[in-house]
C-alpha cells in the first residue's frame, strides 16, 4: 500500500493551509474531506486581518480578493434596549473582508492540491489504527496508511473522539446560519447585536447576500429564529444551518504521530471572528513540525516546539476572546458593556482594536 508522509483528516482552513504547506515542503501529502466542495458552513464569514501573512505565504493574497466579497468597514455593537456603540475597522490592504465560506474554502482546498496535495472529497474518516504507522479507514471501506496524522476535522472531532481524546462537549448553546437578501442600506458594517435570548453577527458578503448568524441556548434558539424572521422579513421555512458546540475544553495538540490543528484543537467563540485565522495558522505551524519528523530531526523537540508555538498564536488574545464569551453568555451584561461604551467608547474600541489589528510576525 502506498504510504503518505502525512494524512490530514478535513478539508477546511486548517486541514487545507496544512496540506498546502506540507506539499510546498515535498510531502507526499494526502487529505480526507468529507463533503463535497464547493460547501457553506455555519460561519460569520470574516475574515480577520491576521490571516493576510499566512494567505500571502500561500500565495493566495490576490486570488482572494478576486472573490467575490464585501470590504468591512466598521463593527456595530447594538445592545438588547437599542443603544448602538461603532468602532471603525483599519482600512487599506490589511482589512476586514467578509467571504462566503463556498469561495474561499474551496480556493484554500484547490490550492493544496495545485501544490501537490492528494485531495479525497466525499471520504469520511471512521476508523483509525496506529501500529507505527497510521492506517486510516473510510466509510466505503477504503484504507490508507501514512507515517502521520493531522485532526483538521473541527470541534467535532472524529480523529480526537476515536483517539478518545474529545472532551465531552459542554451543549449549552447552538448556533443557526443562512444567507439572506442584503437588506437596503445594509452598508459594510458587521452588526454585533444582543438579543434577550443570546445574540445575532451580521455581515454583507457580496453586494447582495446578507450572512446572518445566530446563537442562544436550545430551548431559546427558536424565539432567536422567530425574531430573525419578523426583523429580516424572511420567510418562515427559510432553511438554516446549525452547529454545536460553541465551547468545549481544548484537546492536546501534540501527540505521538498525531496533531491536531485548527477547531478540532481548541474551539474560540465565535463573537469575535478569529477562528479561520486559528485554523490557517495552525496549519502551517502543523506543516512545520511534520515535515521536521519526516526529515529525522527530533520527534520530541518538534512536537515540544509545534505545542509552545499554537499556545503563543493566542496570548493576548485568547483573554479578549474569553471576555467576548462571558458579555455574550449573558447578554445583559453584554448590553451594560455597550451603554457603557456610549459614554465612554475607549475599552469597546481598544479590545475591537486588539482584534483587527493584531501584533506582527505571525
Ligand atoms: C456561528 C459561528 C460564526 C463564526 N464566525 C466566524 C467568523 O466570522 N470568522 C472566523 O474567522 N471564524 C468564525 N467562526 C469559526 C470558524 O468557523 C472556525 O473556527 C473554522 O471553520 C475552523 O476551521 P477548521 O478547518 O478547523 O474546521 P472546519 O471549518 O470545521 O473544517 C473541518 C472539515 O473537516 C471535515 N470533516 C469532519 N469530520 C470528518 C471526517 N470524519 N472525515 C473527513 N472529513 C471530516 C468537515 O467536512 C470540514 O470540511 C465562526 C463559528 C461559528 C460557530
Redesign the pocket.
Known amino acids: 500500500m502506498e504510504i503518505f508522509d502525512v494524512a490530514i483528516?478535513?478539508?477546511?482552513?486548517?486541514?487545507?493551509s496544512c496540506a498546502a504547506f506540507c506539499a510546498l515542503s515535498g510531502l507526499h501529502t494526502l487529505v480526507?474531506?468529507?463533503?463535497r466542495f464547493p460547501?457553506e458552513?455555519?460561519?460569520?464569514?470574516?475574515?480577520?486581518p491576521s490571516?493576510w501573512p499566512v494567505l500571502e505565504r500561500l500565495g493566495l493574497t490576490q486570488r482572494v480578493w478576486d472573490l467575490r466579497h464585501s470590504k468591512l468597514t466598521s463593527v456595530e455593537f447594538i445592545a438588547i434596549d437599542g443603544h448602538k456603540v461603532i468602532v471603525d475597522f483599519p482600512t487599506g490592504d490589511d482589512c476586514e473582508l467578509?467571504i462566503k465560506?463556498s469561495l474561499f474554502?474551496e480556493l484554500l482546498l484547490r490550492r493544496a492540491r495545485e501544490l501537490g496535495a492528494h485531495v479525497r472529497g466525499e471520504?469520511?474518516?471512521?476508523t483509525l489504527a496506529h501500529d507505527g504507522d497510521w492506517k486510516i479507514e473510510?466509510g466505503l471501506h477504503e484504507a490508507f496508511c501514512a507515517r502521520t496524522l493531522i485532526g483538521?476535522?473541527?470541534?467535532?472531532?472524529?480523529?480526537a473522539r476515536l483517539r478518545n481524546l474529545l472532551p465531552r462537549p459542554a451543549r449549552e448553546r447552538v448556533?443557526l446560519?443562512a444567507h439572506i437578501p442584503l437588506p437596503r442600506n445594509f452598508g459594510k458594517r458587521i452588526v454585533l447585536q444582543f438579543l434577550r435570548e443570546g445574540y445575532s453577527?451580521q455581515?454583507p458578503v457580496n453586494e447582495s447576500e446578507l450572512n446572518l448568524?445566530l446563537?442562544g441556548r436550545p430551548p431559546t434558539i427558536s424565539r432567536l429564529r422567530q425574531w430573525a424572521q419578523r426583523h429580516f422579513e424572511i420567510p418562515a421555512d427559510q432553511p438554516w444551518r446549525t452547529?454545536t458546540p460553541?465551547t468545549r475544553a481544548p484537546v492536546p495538540c501534540a501527540q505521538e504521530n498525531l496533531l491536531f490543528?485548527?477547531?478540532?484543537a481548541r474551539?474560540?467563540e465565535?463573537f469575535t471572528?478569529?477562528?479561520?485565522?486559528?485554523?490557517l495558522r495552525s496549519?502551517e505551524l502543523a506543516a512545520s513540525a511534520i515535515a521536521k519528523i519526516i526529515g529525522g530531526k527530533d520527534r520530541q523537540f518538534a512536537l515540544r516546539e509545534f505545542a509552545r508555538a499554537s499556545a503563543e498564536m493566542y496570548w493576548g488574545r485568547l483573554w479578549i476572546n474569553r471576555l467576548a464569551r462571558a458579555a455574550v453568555l449573558s447578554p445583559r451584561i453584554g448590553s451594560l458593556f455597550v451603554r457603557a461604551a456610549r459614554i465612554n467608547p475607549s475599552i469597546l474600541k481598544l479590545l475591537t482594536t486588539k482584534i483587527v489589528y493584531p501584533k506582527k510576525a505571525s
Do not use: F, H, M
Open positions: 483528516v478535513g478539508g477546511g482552513p486548517a486541514g487545507s480526507l474531506e468529507r463533503e460547501r458552513k455555519v460561519c460569520g464569514d470574516c475574515l480577520n490571516c467578509s465560506r474554502d471520504t469520511t474518516v471512521t473510510t483538521a476535522d473541527g470541534r467535532n472531532s472524529t480523529v448556533a446560519q453577527g455581515a448568524c446563537v452547529i460553541l490543528i485548527g477547531d478540532a474551539v474560540v465565535p471572528g478569529e477562528g479561520i485565522y486559528y485554523a496549519g
